[in-house]
């Protein structure tokens, strides 16, 4: 090809990058601006950081040594946080299991159940579980057992979602199989399904409690018992030392609750 | 024993994948039925058992047109009629033994069954049927170690603790080696001959066909063939068959 016959192919490609580079130099600026707009609506001081690393290292310097001499007083608020877990997944595993069958579009009776299940898992999901503990707080006082209702209502929207996921990708193969036997329905489920499916329910379950003693911890902060009501207690009244005691009986909760789930999914795989 | 009477099935697209297809089979007899790939083989037995519901047409299991039937009732009256598939279906996580067993399961209702429980009674007549096709020895071992051939001796072995009269085998040999396709042929033959079950086969390998079948019936697009004793049917009958696919 000459050099003159290739002039309006080169032409056009020259316009192409242009167009290319200002779309680019468009996309930065709009990041900027998003970014910009952020620090204005969070307020974002960066001098503040510095004087607050004072204040900071304060409370680092008061809050040691830890004061292991209270550790008496800890271990009922530790054990009511695991126990604010257990109960918490148990309560939501109860709750999401014949929700999940119903939200799953293989095994539903009918559309509208399939929508309704959906609908109350979503919800579920959707409203955090400090704003189920807040509510649960106002209906029945303080102290642990609102947690856990918190817990295990919030939990039907990950555990809901995922047992549903796991019913629709499960083999239908033996489902059908044992339908044609002339099984009833419920003994279809309980014969077919649920072998099929009871690892990966144990190990979403595991994964949740793991999630649960987490949320758990911060729960407190609401009145929801547990070491986060204590973690807060402590820091209201300046006891820093306690705080830090608190801090790291917390660590080795979360650290143990981590470690055991992914030691016994790990066994299930 | 199972009769079939005018059976039609049209799709939604309205595809013809059968049309007015009659086939009757007797107690003891083995029927295989043979056709090129699309041509209405697997949607026959599914419609036989109510898998697909038919456009028209009936399906006569002894007294019962199970056809015009549905909910608990077509369960109740399709008891008898045990059916296996291509891949054996099993449940992989339980052991041989429970599968075979859970296809007594129709016969029970009550919490126990409900629950995921086996009636005793049935985990020791499921040990028999496994003896019947040869893997006593495996009832203990998961089902999902099983090899293709074993495992649809297992499949056999459920549809047997259904105590069926007829048996729909959906290509059964379809994904095993020569020498187990074979065997599972040759049990199915067994079935028919000596426990006088009817069985109703769909098959790709007419050699197997020839071995086994007392006859065999070929379709295409949907409609009947050829309805013959396997003595008196022409090899280029057969041929023909496939010729067409092909064409």
């Known amino acids: 090809m000459s050099l003159d016959a290739a002039a309006p192919q080169l032409a056009e490609r020259s316009w192409t990058e242009a167009f290319r580079s200002a779309l680019r130099l468009m996309l930065a600026l709009a990041l900027v601006a998003i970014v910009v707009q952020a620090a204005i609506v969070v307020r974002a001081r960066p001098q503040d950081l510095i004087t607050g690393a004072y204040g900071m290292a304060d409370i680092i310097r008061r809050a040691m040594p830890p004061d292991f001499g209270k550790i008496d007083m800890v271990w009922w608020p530790a054990l009511e946080t695991i126990d604010l877990g257990i109960f918490g997944t148990l309560g939501g595993i109860i709750m999401a299991l014949p929700l999940a069958v119903l939200a799953a579009a293989n095994l539903t009776p009918s559309r509208f159940l399939y929508y309704t299940a959906r609908g109350v898992i979503g919800f579920a999901r959707a409203v955090p579980d400090l704003v189920w503990a807040l509510l649960f707080v106002t209906a029945v006082g303080l102290g642990p057992f609102p947690g856990a209702l918190a817990l295990s209502v919030h939990s039907i929207g990950m555990l809901g979602r995922l047992f549903a996921e796991t019913i629709e990708h499960m083999d239908m193969a ?35 409690l793991d999630e649960n003693i987490r949320s758990s911890l911060v729960l407190g902060f609401v009145g929801a018992g547990g070491i986060g009501f204590e973690l807060l207690s402590a820091m209201s009244l300046f006891q820093y030392q306690l705080v830090s005691l608190l801090l790291i009986v917390t660590f080795v909760i979360v650290i143990a609750a981590q470690r055991l789930s992914a030691l016994l999914r790990a066994r299930l795989g | ?27 003891g007899e083995l029927v295989v039925v043979l056709g090129g790939n699309g041509s209405g083989k697997t949607t026959l037995l599914r419609c036989i058992s109510r898998m697909l519901s038919p456009t028209a047409g009936e399906v006569w299991l002894n007294d019962t047109n199970l056809a015009a039937l549905s909910g608990e009732r077509l369960r109740q009256a399709r008891l008898p009629l045990a059916m296996i598939w291509q891949h054996a279906s099993l449940v992989r996580r339980r052991s041989v033994l429970s599968n075979v067993a859970a296809g007594a399961l129709g016969r029970y209702g009550g919490l126990w069954t409900a629950l995921g429980g086996l009636p005793t009674v049935e985990r020791r007549v499921a040990y028999d049927y496994l003896g019947a096709v040869g893997l006593a020895a495996l009832a203990g071992q998961r089902a999902g170690t099983l090899s293709g051939g074993q495992a649809q001796r297992v499949a056999i072995a459920r549809a047997l603790a259904q105590r069926p009269q007829v048996l729909l085998a959906d290509e059964p040999v379809a994904s ?29 390998q007419v050699e197997l066909a020839y071995a086994y079948a007392d006859r065999v019936v070929g379709i295409r697009d949907g409609r009947i063939a050829f309805d013959r004793p396997w003595a008196e049917l022409p090899r280029d009958a057969v041929r023909q068959l496939y010729l067409n696919e092909a064409a």
């Open chain 2, 1 to 27: 024993m199972l009769r079939v009477c005018g059976l039609t099935m049209r799709y939604p697209d309205g595809k013809v994948a059968l049309a007015d297809f009659d086939l009757s089979i007797e107690a």
């Open chain 1, 174 to 208: 033996p489902i059908d199989a044992l339908t044609l036997t002339g099984a009833r329905r419920i003994q279809v489920f309980s014969h077919g399904a649920i072998p099929s499916i009871l690892p990966s329910f144990v190990g979403i379950a595991l994964y949740r």
């Open chain 2, 176 to 204: 095993l080696d020569p020498e187990a396709a074979d065997d599972i042929m040759r049990l199915l033959r067994h079935l028919a001959t000596h426990e006088h079950l009817a069985v109703l086969c769909v098959l790709h």
